[in-house]
């Protein structure tokens, strides 16, 4: 829990895998959010689309800055690929959401120096944090 709240209290920049210009996805939502409450978001997709405002990127390596945070918004069997890629970039942190579950790769970043959190979603995180109540959308 510790993490957790580090993390969304004294993180400044978040680069988010898999986030794609469609706001009924996890990863629009979740960026939205933390965005709005002062976070600077890096769209990481293939697409390399502008979303939310944010010029987006293809891949982690092509981030023009150090993130703080990596939110890994992939399926779990292509989890590892992205925490390896945050641990080559020099991330702080990787971010596995409800549902995404690499244990191996969460070893591998914490074994890099990485701070993990896995299985938890940053908006319910955000709410407790906060006191209570259902994150705002």
Same mark, same amino acid.
């Not at 292509?78 to 970039?89: K, L, R």
């Given at each position: 829990m510790d993490v957790i709240r580090r993390l969304l209290g004294e993180s400044g920049t978040w680069a988010f895998v898999g986030l %794609? !210009?469609?706001?009924?996805?996890?990863?629009?939502?979740q960026a939205r959010l933390l965005q709005?409450? %002062?976070?600077?978001?890096?769209?990481?997709?293939p697409a390399a689309r502008t979303v939310? $405002?944010?010029? %987006?990127?293809?891949?982690? *390596?092509?981030?023009?800055?150090?993130v703080d945070v990596v939110g890994v918004y992939r399926r779990s069997e292509?989890?590892?690929?992205?925490? !390896?890629? *945050?641990?080559?970039?020099g991330a $702080?942190?990787?971010?596995?959401?409800? %549902?995404?579950? !690499?244990? *191996?790769?969460?070893?591998? *970043?914490l074994d890099a120096g990485?701070?993990?959190v896995m299985n938890r979603c940053p $908006?319910?995180?955000?709410?407790?944090?906060r006191g209570g109540g259902s994150p705002r959308r």
């Open positions: %794609g !210009d469609d706001p009924s996805r996890t990863a629009y939502e709005t409450r %002062g976070k600077r978001i890096f769209p990481v997709h939310l $405002g944010e010029q %987006g990127y293809a891949s982690l *390596a092509e981030v023009p800055v150090k292509f989890a590892g690929q992205a925490v !390896d890629e *945050a641990i080559a970039a $702080g942190a990787v971010w596995l959401p409800l %549902g995404v579950v !690499d244990e *191996a790769a969460a070893q591998r *970043a990485l701070d993990v $908006g319910v995180e955000w709410a407790l944090r």
